[in-house]
């Protein structure tokens, strides 16, 4: 089954500034790779996805970057805001047992400071 | 759109009671709805995957009797903890995969927000 590995667990960062955050997955049958933002107490909320066959998506502030070779991808928030503040998740799709799921990093707690 | 709810937000039952949760898509039907728990600062778990009409394919390690999982309809899914007890609390989220306009299942999963479950 897919394994994923999220870094790093906790990142500081002054407002304004980029963050990003990578994480590897290990099935190479793995087609999508979508990233959640969590806040306290509520549920995640899907922020961005992207698919094996693209390399790179953008919305606005937000980046993804897939490389199936090295099997990471990574999730890039630029001109960060402290609204930006939470957990973020990213996860990987899993083919494994005859169905798809899908399976969660470990999470990044993200700090923007004012 | 792609809107899920959780119903309760929050639960506190004395041990040895059971809870019902209930997950509803408001605006997209769902074959395949899927339950997780998360203790804090952890990620999530994945429970069990509930498809609609069809047992529930519980992952290693969930027990189905304690768990049960009920698809009854293509916008509910319930999850009943029975016979809580104090090592059950947590936070449960149910996330549901859009059937997709062409009948075919997406990959995208949508959240609800999630369950406080406070055994005592």
């Known amino acids: 089954g897919e394994n994923v590995e999220q870094h790093p667990s906790t990142l500081s960062v002054q407002e304004g500034d980029s963050a990003v955050i990578k994480c590897t997955y290990s099935?190479?049958?793995?087609?999508?790779f979508p990233w959640y933002k969590q806040e306290l107490g509520k549920g995640p909320q899907l922020i961005i996805d992207?698919?094996?066959?693209?390399g790179e998506k953008k919305d606005q502030r937000i980046a993804v970057t897939l490389n199936k070779t090295a099997k990471h991808f990574s999730l890039h928030i630029t001109e960060t805001q402290p609204e930006d503040s939470a957990v973020y998740f990213c996860?990987?799709?899993?083919?494994?047992?005859?169905?798809?799921?899908?399976?969660f990093g470990a999470g990044t707690r993200l700090a923007v400071h004012p | 759109g792609a809107v899920v709810s959780q119903h309760p937000s929050r639960v506190i039952c004395k041990s040895g009671t059971s809870v019902k949760i209930e997950c509803r898509s408001l605006?997209?039907?769902?074959?395949?709805m899927f339950w997780y728990r998360q203790f804090p600062k952890k990620s999530l778990m994945l429970m069990a995957t509930?498809?609609?009409?069809?047992?529930?394919?519980?992952e290693q390690g969930v027990e189905k009797d304690k768990f049960l999982i009920n698809h009854a309809s293509l916008t509910l899914s319930t999850l009943t903890v029975t016979s809580a007890h104090p090592e059950d609390s947590s936070f449960y989220i149910c996330?549901?995969?859009?059937?997709?306009?062409?009948?075919?299942?997406?990959?995208?999963?949508?959240f609800g927000p999630g369950t406080r479950l406070t055994v005592l």
């Open positions: 099935d190479s049958a793995s087609n999508y």
């Open positions: 996860a990987a799709s899993d083919f494994s047992g005859g169905y798809n799921k899908l399976i």
């Open positions: 996330s549901a995969r859009d059937i997709g306009s062409a009948g075919v299942s997406l990959n995208e999963q949508f």
């Open positions: 605006d997209f039907q769902a074959t395949t």
């Open positions: 992207i698919r094996s066959n693209v």
């Open positions: 509930s498809n609609e009409g069809s047992k529930a394919t519980y």
